[in-house]
Nanobody, 120 residues
Framework: QVQLVESGGGLVQAGGSLRLSCAAS????????MGWFRQAPGKEREFVAA????????SYADSVKGRFTISRDNTKNTVYLQMNSLKPEDTAVYAC?????????????WGQGTHVTVSS
């Protein structure tokens, strides 16, 4: 079992930055691929970024590539999402998720999410 708690959301002006954090419980954090997803009002949840269990590999949605950076600190059981050059269309609830390394992209554990609002 993995429990995930996000933090770092808030209100920011367009062009600004935020860093989201996702703290995980348990002693096997380094066995999980971690992902960030978002859901805007009235829209489907969409993939934002993912990082492999070791941190060696990352992937991003085209809409955030070059602006967002995912990273992890396995000593702190935490994954981060650095968001720069934010746009109003980035407004959403952002949630982190965990997939056991033997089942990549099969996200079985989810956090509650943190709200990000980007004003124009």
């Amino acid at each position: 079992q993995v429990q995930l708690v996000e933090s770092g959301g808030g209100l920011v002006q367009a062009g600004g930055s935020l860093r989201l954090s996702c703290a995980a419980s348990g002693r096997t954090f380094n066995r999980y691929e971690m992902g960030w997803f978002r859901q805007a009002p009235g829209k489907e949840r969409e993939f934002v970024a993912a990082i492999t269990w070791s941190g060696a590999g990352t992937s991003y949605a085209d809409s955030v590539k070059g602006r967002f950076t995912i990273s992890r600190d396995n000593t702190k059981n935490t994954v981060y999402l650095q968001m720069n050059s934010l746009k109003p269309e980035d407004t959403a609830v952002y949630a982190c998720a965990a997939a056991y390394f033997t089942s990549p992209q099969q996200y079985n554990y989810w956090g509650q999410g943190t709200h990000v609002t980007v004003s124009s």
